[in-house]
């Protein structure tokens, strides 16, 4: 196929145990999906949560170092377990969701906290918040055929080695299935679809020179440092 400019790179991730990559098709967040988060932000527990996206090629690798972004002044980290779509659907029952899971990876949603704050108060969309360059840095997907889906596994993040966020999976207020249920009735969800599934507490903010490590129970771990 001819371009009339050239064409960007496929946005992928590592997959252990292979050489292939995963391609990377649409990245899907969930906001306050966490009840310890959802007080934590001054939100009210008792809604449901939300959905917003990422653009594919947010994606960022273990071991990157991560420019600080432009036009903030309180940059946040935000850990999430992220699941990786290897089947696609819409309006996927909440019993058959985990089919069309693929694998397991541990990410961070960055953001520009100021931003959203703006934008939140002005009742207008988070894009400039959540969905800038190399805003998804995302560790080596776990296959689900290496191990069981981890949907009650402890997950962690670290700033200089000094421990922020940790949390168990099956804390979410919308678990694993039923994020899947619920996205696949707003979006034909399709291979290579990646859902950041929402954080807990401790988001906090990020500053040049600041070493990121996080991990869970059978994932590989993510590491990064904001230069």
Not at 127 to 153: E, I, N, Q, W
Not at 164 to 170: F, K, L, M
């Amino acid at each position: 196929m001819e371009y009339v400019i050239p064409a960007l790179n496929q946005p992928s991730l590592e997959v252990k145990g292979t050489a292939a990559r995963f391609p990377v098709h649409r990245i899907y967040c969930v906001g306050r999906n966490y009840g310890d988060h959802v007080a934590e932000m001054g939100n009210d527990p008792k809604n449901p949560p939300i959905f917003f996206s990422k653009p594919a090629d947010a994606i960022v690798e273990s071991g990157a170092q991560i420019p600080y972004p432009p036009q903030t002044e309180n940059f946040h980290h935000e850990l999430e377990l992220v699941v990786a779509i290897g089947l696609g659907g819409e309006d996927i029952l909440m019993p058959n969701a985990l089919d069309h899971v693929y694998g397991y990876g541990i990410g961070v949603d960055l953001t520009r906290r100021d931003l959203q704050t703006a934008a939140k108060n002005s009742g207008t969309p988070w894009d400039t918040a959540k969905g800038f360059d190399c805003s998804a840095p995302c560790g080596t997907l776990s296959p689900v055929s290496d191990r069981m889906h981890p949907l009650d596994a402890r997950i962690w993040l670290t700033v200089n080695d000094e421990k922020r966020q940790e949390t168990a999976t099956s804390a979410m207020i919308y678990s694993v299935p039923e994020t899947i249920a619920e996205l696949s009735k707003l979006y034909t969800l399709v291979p290579g679809d990646l859902i950041f599934t929402g954080t807990p507490a401790g988001v906090g903010p990020l500053i040049p020179g600041d070493q990121v490590a996080c991990g869970g129970e059978g994932l590989a771990e993510l590491e990064f440092t904001i230069k």
